[in-house]
DNA sequence: CGTTTCACCGTAAGCGGTTACATCACCGTA
DNA sequence: TACGGTGATGTAACCGCTTACGGTGAAACG
């Protein structure tokens, strides 16, 4: 590992124009510029970034906080991958590392995990983090303002937080449950059901109101006992269908919120001998990749999963180097129409 | 920030006992020593990083090369959240992070790409790296030798790597695919086809192995025609059942290298009017998500999804504090029998 | 011709830890 | 009493880079 010290012996400089080589180039003479340069590729010069961390007090690295919620076990996140696809080109455009925090459970106590974001914060302080994404396990609300408040530069996915330098990004959840509820009725449908998230989590509780907005507009009664609560599992929607069939004036169509919930209708539905989407229309929510195998193909809405993993690059690094909060993202959502809702 | 001068000054000591007391705490008189830990906790003290790792050259992270090959668009990794969640928690345990690198397109030439491996091993030595994971991406055989070449301890994943502080972690494919055809072959079926990853990708081979080994095994003949190259991809899937259904002697059952051309398979069958599993048995690999919830659900064989990562982990932990070579691990697989290959 | 300006570059003091080596008090032993 | 051994701690160099500050010489100015 070449150093910056012998390439400023190699080229007669000093160490500091070395350095001056490579954060303000300008000011270096064109001449001496080059020959630095030229050296330091001879030798494969690769700066050390612990000690540039050291001196400047801020590495390139942006924290990842993606735990999985205890009280949720089994969850996944329904597009990870794309997300952090998206997160990673985005980081790596402005040179940036994403580093996946290690969570609790250790002896060492090096611990952290969403009970305890105060390990986490730790963790940015230690390694000069410049900042954090915070990626929803569920309904981690509580745990994600407090990273809000903590005044580390941090942006929670589907989750709205405040903070001096916080802020979030998510899907228009509301305006894609419109969407999707409005597209039933004007299918005909009048009696349009929804199965909802867990209780407490924001997207599911947009979802619910633009649901509501959506029977608003199409001057359709809302029903209470058509919404029945759900937890974003596939059992939890086959659970609520079981649950409307049984009803005495039961749903022809329901939006679920989320398309593991929608799979779980269509076996209830297909279980009690209903065809979909003619007995029952099934519209879901993400568009994941079981969405387009199952029979019939799942009509969703689509979510921007890779545009997540670029809003929240661009958002936090707006916020490191301006310093400020920024605006909220609203992603646009699409509705994908298959054959689970007929047409 | 609190340092330890800081503590160092506040109990009357000298620097270097404080850092005694966090690295050799035995060395230090145990009056003193929990004098540092109160005051220590008290000022919320946290070691920095950058600092350590500076004088130590060696950091408490581990990389994670991941690229999606551009080759290979639109291929998403079967289980990649799986993968990571045993991957991080393994590490966790010893105090380890994961720094998923940045990769090329960047304007500052911070780059790394499959392409160029010297990127990624120019990354690990610019943060003192304990390691790489190597996650393939469909066919980086070449690639990855590289990286093993390179003297950075690493695991690659479903790749066979060798090199002075390299190993690799992959599943029983032969073992699975041996099984999965031996299923089928107990079945009664007699002309068995395979559906075949993309040429070179290794896991694929020994599946292709595992089929042929099932076959002989079961007094079969091996026909050419019947083992047609898919790419993994659900298409690939499709078309190669097209193509063994405009065979003289069309195949009664199919083994897919993976789910997502046993889906493809399955829609090609439905497509031309066969049934699945009567006319036609389908069996995939990987049990990934959508193979339980297709219709009819998919006998598949199951990898071991998150002990790929807590393997990984512990083969490269392994390699960092031992300092030679490990051995390979091979994961055992299992086969889940469902509907699609009949009973 | 003295003085100011400016581009360019070197000096040196950090950043916050780790660790080889020195120091010192205290003990047991010959 | 002199001496070696031992446990506990301090001293100071070092890791490699950044940057405030000062110095130099040449060009520009009055």
């Given at each position: ?135 929803d396990?569920?309904?981690?609300a509580?745990?994600f ?11 929670a996915?589907d989750v ?42 924001q ?141």
């Amino acid at each position: 590992m070449a150093t910056g010290r012998e390439i400023a012996q190699l080229c007669g400089v000093s160490v500091a124009t070395v350095s001056r080589v490579f954060n303000q180039p300008e000011t270096v003479n064109e001449e001496t510029r080059e020959r630095v340069l030229r050296v330091a590729k001879e030798l494969g010069y690769q700066p050390n970034e612990s000690a540039r961390a050291l001196s400047t007090k801020q590495s390139t690295m942006i924290g990842l906080v993606w735990d999985t919620d205890h009280r949720r076990p089994g969850w996944r996140h329904p597009y990870l991958q794309d997300l952090l696809i998206g997160l990673k080109s985005a980081l790596s455009a402005h040179g940036y590392h994403l580093l996946m925090l290690a969570t609790s459970g250790d002896a060492r106590e090096v611990g952290a995990s969403l009970a305890d974001p105060v390990g986490y914060v730790n963790m940015t302080r230690r390694h000069h983090l410049g900042g954090l994404v915070l990626i929803d396990s569920g309904s981690d609300a509580e745990a994600f303002e407090a990273f809000a408040q903590s005044g580390v530069p941090c942006v929670a996915l589907d989750v709205a937080v405040d903070g001096p330098k916080a802020t979030y990004v998510t899907s228009d959840n509301e305006g894609g449950a419109r969407q999707a509820t409005s597209h039933l009725a004007a299918l005909g449908h009048t009696r349009i059901a929804t199965i909802t998230g867990p209780p407490g989590n924001q997207p599911s509780e947009a979802r619910v109101s633009g649901y509501r907005k959506a029977l608003a507009e199409a001057g359709l009664p809302v029903r209470d006992e058509h919404i029945v609560a759900g937890d974003f599992y596939r059992t939890s929607g086959t659970l609520a269908v079981q649950r409307l069939l049984a009803l005495d004036e039961p749903p022809t169509a329901v939006f679920a919120a989320s398309d593991e919930m929608a799979v779980g209708a269509l076996l209830a539905a297909r279980a009690a001998g209903l065809r979909v989407p003619d007995d029952l229309a099934i519209v879901g929510f993400d568009d994941i990749e079981i969405a387009s195998v199952v029979d019939p193909a799942l009509t969703t809405v689509a979510q921007d999963k890779p545009g997540f993993g670029v809003a929240a690059a661009k958002a936090i690094m707006a916020m490191i180097t301006g310093g400020g909060r920024e605006d909220p993202v609203i992603l646009p959502t699409r509705l994908v129409v298959r054959d689970s809702c007929g047409s």
